[in-house]
């Protein structure tokens, strides 16, 4: 068993930012690819944003292209999300999900492969 911590959300209007924060304690990001998802009530689970650690490779969902940005910072061991221009379709519960020693892939979305969640950190964004 394991578990991610988030932070960093929060509650703006739409157009702000925000930058969540993922790391796990007691593990060092290596090769692994990890995953942002969000959910919002009564809504199905989505992927928005993949890393694999091993190289720095990012995945981004259509939706958030050109707006969120996902980095590694090697000597703090976090991954971040840097959310620009959010919009309130945006809101939801964050999560931070990772499948060690593996590469994203194509697959990189689907929420069956990865076994580390986090608590998730709530976004909120007003109109």
């Known amino acids: 068993q394991g578990r991610l911590v988030e932070s960093g959300g929060g509650s703006v209007q739409a157009g702000g930012s925000l930058r969540l924060s993922c790391a796990a304690s007691?593990?060092?990001?290596?090769?692994?690819?990890v995953v942002w998802f969000r959910q919002a009530p009564g809504k199905e689970r989505e992927g928005v944003a993949a890393?694999?650690?091993?190289?720095?490779?990012?995945y981004y969902t259509d939706s958030v292209k050109g707006r969120f940005t996902l980095t590694q910072d090697n000597v703090k061991n976090t991954l971040y999300l840097q959310m620009n221009s959010l919009k309130p379709e945006d809101t939801a519960m964050y999560y931070c999900?990772?499948?060690?020693?593996?590469?994203?892939?194509?697959?990189?979305?689907?929420?069956?492969?990865?076994?580390?969640w986090g608590q998730g950190t709530q976004v909120t964004v007003s109109s």
């Open positions: 890393i694999y650690t091993g190289t720095g490779y990012t």
């Open positions: 999900a990772a499948d060690p020693a593996s590469l994203c892939g194509g697959n990189w979305y689907n929420v069956q492969r990865f076994r580390f």
């Open positions: 007691g593990y060092l990001w290596s090769r692994d690819c």
